[in-house]
């Protein structure tokens, strides 16, 4: 404001903090250390000048500075007022609000700004939503304040603890390391396959969450990729399959993980990648004439289209072996849209194969 009191338009508020920087550049303050605040009007007595706050944020930000508000000061006079300063706030955020002054130690508050800073993707990776509300659970709200304690996670240069921190940057160099001490099919099961397992488990517990998931699977998926490196130089072929995710389905981690286990273990594997067209499928089904055929999803949408997929190979007289698997699946499913074997993980995918190889 100046000496004039508290705009009622968002663009006269603007004026004054093109002032404020101006005034603060000449005296060598940068603009990343000046902080403006929009001043919130309440709403029980300035109704409309709350969204004149709310687009003065938007436009203030542009400047580069920090912005700031006093969250509480929308809902006094009204009843209520912790919904009105949650719902304000994100409002807030959204239209860029940096630094809010509030009451730290208000769950919903400070919920509010983990819950933003994932939906926003300032919380790269939801780490701090994560260690946040690790031990979370309905019944028990205040357990959100108190991060649970984790569980052994290797060592930060070895593989298995790459993989289990889905730390993929070192992951490479991990690999390499391993395999100059272990044959690839060891590395595979002793190390791998057994990183992903603890993971596995442990997002059943609910110690692990999605986005560390997945940065475990790429990290797998960049050390199964320089096991399969390896391999290639010496494996014999036992068998061609074919894999694909399916029409619609652009989730690929899974099977990729799948086509290097599959090649350490010497079958051949014709990948036809994600989103994969039904005709595709069955083309390359003809024309490779593989022992097998292994669709994914992820994806509970998704399932449709495998079902099209399989009724479409069953057609065209594909005499594979077809295997589904992914998240949404289960035995039961696979059952029902008639594929022949559904698998939950890589190795178990590599048994069912060496068991068919030996009848």
């Known amino acids: 404001m100046?000496?004039?009191?508290?705009?009622?338009?968002?663009e006269e508020r603007f004026a004054i903090a093109e002032r404020i920087v101006r005034r603060a550049e000449e005296y060598g303050i940068p603009r990343r250390k000046v902080m403006i605040d929009t001043l919130v009007l309440t709403a029980s007595a300035e109704q409309a000048l709350v969204k004149e706050t709310i687009?003065?944020?938007?436009?203030?930000?542009?400047?580069?500075?920090?912005?700031?508000?006093?969250?509480?000061?929308v809902s006094f006079g009204l009843p209520n007022?912790?919904?009105?300063?949650?719902?304000?706030?994100?409002?807030?955020?959204?239209?860029?609000?940096?630094?809010?002054?509030?009451?730290?130690?208000?769950?919903?508050?400070?919920?509010?700004?983990?819950?933003?800073?994932?939906l926003s993707g300032t919380d790269v990776g939801a780490e701090g939503y994560i260690e946040a509300y690790r031990g979370f659970t309905p019944a028990a709200p205040a357990a959100a304040a108190v991060p649970a304690a984790k569980a052994d996670e290797g060592g930060a240069d070895d593989l298995f603890g790459c993989v289990r921190r889905g730390l993929k940057r070192g992951v490479r160099a991990a690999a390499e390391r391993e395999l100059a001490v272990r044959a690839p099919l060891e590395v595979v099961n002793d190390v791998l396959v057994k990183a992903l397992a603890e993971v596995g488990d442990c997002y059943e517990k609910g110690t692990l969450f999605?986005?560390?998931?997945?940065?475990?699977?790429?990290a797998?998926?960049?050390?199964?990729?320089?096991?399969?490196?390896?391999?290639?130089?010496?494996?014999?072929?036992?068998?061609?399959?074919?894999?694909?995710?399916?029409?619609?389905?652009?989730?690929?981690?899974?099977?990729?993980?799948?086509?290097?286990?599959?090649?350490?273990?010497?079958?051949?594997?014709?990948?036809?990648?994600?989103?994969?067209?039904v005709e595709r499928v069955v083309e390359a089904a003809e024309r490779y004439r593989p022992l097998a055929v292994g669709l994914s999803a992820l994806m509970t949408t998704t399932v449709k289209s495998m079902e099209e997929t399989i009724r479409a190979l069953r057609r065209a007289g594909c005499s594979a072996h077809i295997f589904v698997g992914g998240a949404v699946l289960t035995a039961d499913i696979a059952r029902e849209i008639g594929a022949d074997y559904y698998t939950a993980n890589a190795l178990e995918f590599v048994k069912v194969l060496e068991t068919l190889l030996a009848k």
């Open 2 to 10: 100046d000496e004039n009191g508290v705009p009622r338009t968002a």
């Open 55 to 73: 687009r003065a944020l938007a436009l203030v930000q542009k400047l580069g500075v920090k912005t700031a508000l006093g969250v509480s000061n």
């Open 81 to 118: 007022r912790p919904l009105l300063n949650k719902t304000f706030l994100v409002m807030a955020m959204a239209n860029g609000l940096n630094m809010p002054i509030l009451n730290p130690l208000d769950g919903e508050m400070t919920g509010a700004v983990r819950a933003f800073g994932v």
């Open 210 to 218: 999605l986005p560390q998931l997945i940065a475990s699977a790429e």
């Open 220 to 277: 797998a998926k960049e050390a199964f990729a320089v096991v399969g490196e390896h391999m290639e130089k010496s494996a014999a072929k036992k068998g061609r399959v074919v894999l694909a995710t399916v029409k619609g389905d652009v989730h690929d981690i899974g099977k990729n993980i799948v086509k290097v286990v599959l090649e350490s273990y010497g079958f051949e594997v014709i990948d036809l990648g994600k989103d994969t067209p």
